[in-house]
């Protein structure tokens, strides 16, 4: 018999993720009937959306399981499909042993799972950054909405994580001069000595609008906005007639201590005098790509094209611990819980 253990909501707060608003709880699974697997974590990825997911009471009510995605080792099998020692993406939640296949019925339209596609050498592990639904957010996203043009300057925000990070690669790759907005000196070195950036603005130092008009003295044309708030007003006060900005995400307003929703700035006077078309997006859009997406994100990284770094965290116990260095910027590159670490 195998018990799986599994994190549940255990209080809801407006703030921050604190420790004592989970729970670990155990459950027997049954034996595996036939057409059924049995699936076992070895990575967790560790996201924005769990932080503010938990915090939708009707959606997640205190004992429900923390949604969440992972790959898992096929540990035991009645299903051909589903092979023994085949590693697989699951969006099983924040669990260690899970039964499936789970229906295709996930409100968010997320894949529930798939066998992992060839990676070459690369970890299991990146099946949930850059050859999985991060690095897809980061390729379509971009690509799809903002239509970057060779010599065209690119801001992109979150700019050392795991989607900005390769957003502003695939800028370079594309051509384009690219400004990397993020909250540490450290880690605007990286992007710059290492990912290959143009400029690099730490937004928690003062005179951001300034440092903004010095790093991109010709204007803005894409903006990739993961974090909305005030920084982004900022952003698009610069951009140049017919920008395109994808919003991605609204990271700033997520772990708002006061418990208050922020106050919204006025962007429209910028969208309509300078006539910039704003479009907002969920990667699921692009379900029926997904396979295409991962397979070129991989091309670039064998080209040496895309560089990825992971933010490990080890141990199944040490999920709060991730979930606040994700939010607190403790990270750069993809978080991720490594359960049998
Ligand atoms: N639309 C979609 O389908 C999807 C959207 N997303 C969005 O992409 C964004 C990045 O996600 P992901 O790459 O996984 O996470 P990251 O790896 O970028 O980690 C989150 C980062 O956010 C930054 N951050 C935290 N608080 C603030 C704040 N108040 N203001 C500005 N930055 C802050 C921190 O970096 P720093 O040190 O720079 O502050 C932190 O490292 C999120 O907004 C997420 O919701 C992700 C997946 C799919
Ligand atoms: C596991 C369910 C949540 C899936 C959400 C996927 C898209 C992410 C959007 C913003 O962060």
């Known amino acids: 018999m195998v018990v799986a253990k599994k994190y549940v909501i255990q209080k809801h707060r407006s703030g921050l993720l604190q420790p004592e608003d989970v729970k670990i709880v155990e459950e027997e699974l049954p034996e595996l009937k036939e057409g059924e697997f049995l699936a076992q974590a070895h990575f967790i990825s560790i996201d924005p959306y769990i932080q503010y997911l938990i915090h939708d009471e009707e959606k997640h009510?205190?004992?429900?399981?923390?949604?969440?995605?992972?790959?898992?080792?096929i540990y035991d099998s009645k299903n051909p499909k589903f092979p023994i020692g085949k590693y697989i993406?699951?969006?099983?939640?924040?669990?260690?042993?899970?039964?499936?296949?789970?229906?295709?019925?996930?409100?968010?339209?997320?894949?529930?799972?798939?066998?992992?596609?060839?990676?070459?050498?690369?970890?299991?592990?990146?099946?949930?950054?850059?050859?999985?639904?991060?690095?897809i957010t980061a390729n379509k996203g971009f690509l799809g909405l903002c239509k970057p043009q060779p010599g065209e300057t690119v801001v992109v925000t979150t700019a050392a994580g795991a989607v900005g990070s390769v957003v502003g690669q695939i800028a370079k790759i594309k051509g384009c001069r690219v400004v990397g907005i993020a909250g540490s000196d450290e880690k605007g070195k990286w992007l710059v000595d290492v990912l290959g950036f143009d400029k690099f603005i730490?937004?928690?130092?003062?005179?951001?609008?300034?440092?903004?008009?010095?790093?991109?003295?010709?204007?803005?044309?894409?903006?990739?906005?993961?974090v909305g708030g005030e920084i982004s007003s900022i952003i698009l006060s610069q951009m140049n007639k017919f920008g395109r900005i994808s919003v991605s995400g609204s990271i700033s307003a997520h772990n708002v201590e006061s418990g208050e929703e922020p106050k919204a700035s006025i962007v429209q006077r910028h969208l309509v005098l300078r006539q910039l078309k704003m479009e907002?997006?969920?990667?699921?859009?692009?379900?029926?790509?997904?396979?295409?997406?991962?397979?070129?994100n991989l091309q670039w990284l064998r080209e040496g094209k895309l560089k990825y770094k992971e933010h490990i965290v080890c141990g199944f116990d040490n999920f709060p611990k991730a979930v606040v260095d994700l939010m607190t910027g403790a990270n750069t590159g993809k978080v991720i819980l490594n359960v049998m670490g």
Not at 61 to 73: C, F
Not at 202 to 226: H, T
């Open 280 to 296: 907002g997006f969920m990667v699921t859009r692009w379900r029926d790509e997904w396979f295409e997406i991962i397979n070129q």
């Open 61 to 73: 009510p205190v004992g429900s399981t923390i949604p969440g995605t992972q790959i898992a080792l």
């Open 202 to 226: 730490n937004y928690k130092r003062p005179d951001f609008a300034k440092k903004l008009k010095d790093a991109a003295p010709d204007g803005i044309d894409c903006y990739f906005d993961n």
């Open 89 to 135: 993406y699951g969006n099983f939640g924040m669990r260690t042993y899970t039964i499936g296949p789970l229906k295709d019925d996930d409100p968010y339209g997320m894949p529930p799972q798939y066998i992992l596609p060839d990676f070459n050498s690369y970890p299991y592990s990146y099946g949930l950054g850059i050859l999985g639904m991060p690095g």
